[in-house]
């Protein structure tokens, strides 16, 4: 049907691309792909139309018996499913719902992760948590900070090491970094399932960047960037990504959360 109505306006598809270009055939804006005045929105080559599909959830409270299996829903565009698979991403944020119950930051982490991964695109991220949703747990949080904390210090190792630091590039350092900590079998037990090394490369940057700048690591960042305090345009610039949390009033999402829904775009 898609390629039907493509090829009915005049366009092709081509390595499953819309006149071998555009990713999707249904999406708001991509206006060059619409301008047929001849057509009704919905016959162009990319139409305005969704297609939507209805999940029945079954709410039915029983104790004897868990019946809603959902823990979280996620609305992502294609910027984080071109370098992520579904089971992936949803064995990532699991994992992540253990450490913390800010969804804010683990879209965040999400973006970093996907961003480092070499996605090209824009990305844009919604995380709706539900009651079965997993809850932090200090074990967890323990064990990220070991984590973090043992990835910190191998970076300052290593780039103290280096007798030309001036010409020492962060993905030389990283790659050293990875090497070295990936001999150890405690790192590789910890380190987050559907993410592993790169999902903490955001980690590693915060470190590098204020090495290079001279000032001190504090962990303080929302966007996975180092932010320092003394530079407001670069805080500015870094703070760019807009973020929103709320808690939607409906009985089936935890009021325990202070964020049960947050999006994030870069």
């Not at 004897?64 to 992520?84: P, R, T």
């Not at 990283?174 to 790169?198: A, D, H, K, M, Y």
């Not at 929103?244 to 947050?262: E, G, Q, R, V």
């Amino acid at each position: 049907m898609e390629r039907q109505r493509i090829q009915e306006a005049g366009g092709t598809v081509l390595i499953q691309r819309v006149n071998g270009s555009l990713a999707v055939s249904r999406a708001l804006g991509d206006f060059e792909y619409k301008n047929n005045s001849n057509r009704r929105p919905d016959q162009q080559l990319v139409s305005p139309e969704p297609e939507v599909t209805c999940h029945t959830r079954n709410l039915t409270i029983d104790s004897s018996k868990q019946e809603e299996q959902v823990a979280f829903i996620v609305l992502a565009c294609d910027g984080i499913w071109d370098v992520v698979t579904n089971e992936e991403l949803a064995t990532y944020i699991l994992g992540r719902m253990h450490v913390t119950d800010d969804l804010s930051e683990i879209c965040n982490s999400v973006l970093d992760m996907c961003l480092y991964k070499g996605s090209k695109d824009n990305m844009s991220l919604i995380i709706i948590a539900f009651k079965n949703a997993p809850t932090p747990t200090p074990e967890w949080k323990a064990k990220d900070d070991t984590l973090n904390n043992e990835i910190k210090k191998k970076t300052i190792e290593i780039y103290n090491r280096n007798p030309n630091k001036t010409n020492l590039d962060s993905n030389t350092l990283w790659q050293q970094v990875v090497t070295s900590l990936n001999e150890q079998s405690s790192i590789r037990e910890v380190l987050p399932v559907g993410g592993g090394f790169i999902s903490k490369r955001s980690v590693f940057e915060n470190i590098f960047d204020s090495m290079i700048k001279g000032t001190n690591y504090t962990g303080n960042s929302s966007s996975g960037l180092f932010i320092n305090d003394e530079d407001d345009d670069e805080k500015n610039e870094h703070n760019s990504r807009s973020i929103t949390s709320t808690n939607p009033s409906s009985a089936d999402i935890p009021s325990s959360n202070n964020n049960n829904l947050a999006t994030l775009t870069q």
